[in-house]
């Protein structure tokens, strides 16, 4: 049984639903987002949408018991929410963060792709996102 059947066996088809289909429309709008976070006037905007999406999607996951996804938005849940508790004139965030922050992305689109066509597991970690910035700022 693939991961797709397995929520269909064990939880509502339309709160599946209504995951895949934030969880697709959020990946969407993050690169953006992301990319912002290195201009000073979007970056407190920014960084406050990312602490929200990645914590609802942190939330929504744990209810499904999706563990690989629940581990990885904690960390970038802890990274954006660093980020939006500087409400510092002319922060952006760093390079490093940011080419960070877009593999994560890339890893959930593939977490997305893998729960949308039954894959049986999740897909393995990019090794470099366990390189977490040291850096977050410039």
Request: hydrophobic share 40%; aromatic share 8%; no cysteine.
């Amino acid at each position: 049984m693939g991961l797709l059947k397995e929520l269909e066996a064990n939880y509502e088809l339309d709160i599946i639903e209504d995951y895949l289909t934030h969880f697709g429309f959020i990946n969407g709008t993050l690169d953006k987002l992301i990319v912002n976070l290195s201009r000073s006037d979007k970056f407190d905007d920014s960084s406050s949408e990312l602490y929200r999406i990645f914590h609802n999607l942190k939330t929504a996951s744990q209810y499904l018991e999706l563990d690989q996804i629940v581990k990885l938005t904690t960390i970038v849940e802890d990274i954006t929410s660093r980020l939006k508790s500087s409400h510092t004139t002319g922060a952006t965030a760093s390079n490093e963060l940011i080419d960070w922050l877009l593999l994560v992305v890339d890893q959930l689109q593939g977490y997305l792709d893998d729960i949308e066509n039954d894959e049986i597991y999740l897909r393995i970690l990019n090794p470099k996102i366990i390189a977490i910035p040291n850096e977050i700022f410039n």
